[in-house]
Nanobody
Framework: QVQLVESGGGWVQAGGSLRLSCAAS????????MGWYRQAPGKQRELVAS????????NYADSVKDRFTISKNDAKNRVYLQMDSLKPEDTAVYYC??????????WGQGTQVTVSS
């Protein structure tokens, strides 16, 4: 089992920045990939960015490329999402997701990000 706790959401004006943090605990040795997803009202949950723990290869949604950066701190068992140049359309609940080497998926509880125009 892996437990995930997100933090760092909030309200910001368009053009501003926020940094989300996701702390992992439990069977962290089994983590293969960590990522951030988001879900806006009335829309499906979508991938924002992901990172493979070994090697560090990353993947971003086209809508956030060059604005968001995913990173990790192995010593703290955390994954971060640095969000710059935020737009109103980035408003959503952001979820941390972990995939394990045993093909299990874990989700955090979500953190609200609101960007005002």
């Amino acid at each position: 089992q892996v437990q995930l706790v997100e933090s760092g959401g909030g309200w910001v004006q368009a053009g501003g920045s926020l940094r989300l943090s996701c702390a992992a605990s439990g069977s962290i040795f089994s983590i293969f990939r960590m990522g951030w997803y988001r879900q806006a009202p009335g829309k499906q949950r979508e991938l924002v960015a992901s990172l493979v723990t070994n090697g560090g290869s990353t993947n971003y949604a086209d809508s956030v490329k060059d604005r968001f950066t995913i990173s990790k701190n192995d010593a703290k068992n955390r994954v971060y999402l640095q969000m710059d140049s935020l737009k109103p359309e980035d408003t959503a609940v952001y979820y941390c997701k972990v995939d394990s080497r045993t093909f299990q998926t874990y989700w955090g509880q979500g953190t609200q990000v609101t960007v005002s125009s």
